[in-house]
């Protein structure tokens, strides 16, 4: 039997199309930001919390259409909290027979407690200043980067057809292992949390001045000490959970501050110049938006009966920059191979089929249709 009929069967058969059943387990902001997207895109959603008066506020605010843990679910979302994850989405896995993937900020731990083919990690790099079901938003995921951690066990169809649904909900898909994933998001997310957490702190510790200060925190500083304003909870089991990439970061962080304080201290205008210059063009670098359809090319991708292929070169193309804009996964009639259709930047082609040619596929160009 081919691996393609051995995987669990998480594309909608002809009968759920019509309905499209999703689940959300966790009914907080992000979980409720979930249903209220889920059912702007034309999803039936079911929702389940174990706080009986979330569940009922839920049902009250109309995030979700009905209250129940959906066997038949084509993809079930999991919004708990990181200290809980791998129980949560377990027990999601045993109670729906479709897709699950999970919303948590840190990979490595729920990654490899499920060995599920059915799971596909995931961390949509969104949020609010809100807490609870109350700053739930149906645009939560608009534009946002959903990253997405598939392990050796996820299959093929589990990964497509989560990054479809991901699609759906307007963001753009990123793939990589999930120990990168922790690592990296300690730089672009944990850190600067706790970094302006610390700023507030300061700022508030000004004593008689304080009145003052409030005055003047707008702007530049109101802007990047935003997120300190979040939910405190979560970030106890966040830091818990990525303690090694975050302390990690930080002990760079403080010698990146240290060198900086060096330079000021000194007076040294070169060497002062020189990191502000750096941090300049980094953040003028920072991408945007989405390139035109004719600035996009189809590459084709014979991929061979292995577990995990699709994840495979997802992820190889999120090592070399390469955005994947559409995947399709296209049967043959032999049940033994496939193609694995991408959408990507046309600058960006040579880079990735040169990296498939070297991995033995054999890539093709195709065309956009029209």
Known sequence: MSTWARQPPCVP????????????HGLGLIGGSLGLALRSAGWDVSGYDVNPS??????????????????????????????????????????????VTDVG??????CSAVGDGRFVGGHPMAGSEQVGLRGARADMFDGAVWVLTPAESTSDEAY???????GELGAETVTMPADVHDSLVAVVSHVPHLTAATLMRLADERGTERAVLKRLAAGGFRDMT?????????????????RSAITSCLD?????????????????????????????RARTNLPV?????????????????????????????????????????A?????????????IPVEKVEVLRAALADGGYSPALGSLPG
């Not at 497509?160 to 991901?166: E, G, K, Q």
């Not at 090319?297 to 090592?319: F, K, M, S």
């Open 13 to 24: 058969t002809s009968k759920s199309v019509a309905s499209r059943r999703a689940q959300v």
């Open 289 to 329: 938006g989405a390139p035109a359809d004719s600035d996009l090319v189809e590459l084709r991708v014979p991929i061979p009966d292995r577990p995990g292929e699709v994840a495979r070169i997802a992820t190889l193309a999120g090592q070399l920059d390469v955005n994947i804009y559409d995947l399709e996964i």
């Open 54 to 99: 979330r569940r009922a506020e839920a049902l009250e605010l109309g995030v979700v259409d009905d209250l129940h843990l959906d066997r038949p679910s084509d993809v079930a979302f999991v919004a708990a909290p990181a200290a809980v994850l791998p129980s949560a989405v377990l027990f999601a896995l045993s109670r729906t027979d479709g897709c």
């Open 160 to 166: 497509a057809t989560v990054r479809s649904v991901v």
């Open 331 to 343: 049967h043959s009639p032999e049940g033994d191979l496939g193609v694995m259709i991408l959408v």
């Open 252 to 280: 760079r962080l403080i010698g990146a501050l240290g060198e900086m304080r060096s330079a000021v201290e000194g007076g040294d205008r070169g060497k002062l110049s020189e990191l502000l210059e750096q941090a300049r």
């Open 105 to 110: 900020s840190v990979k490595s731990g729920v």
């Open 226 to 242: 935003r997120i300190a304003a979040g939910n405190s909870d979560i970030w106890l089991d966040i830091c818990e959970a990525n």
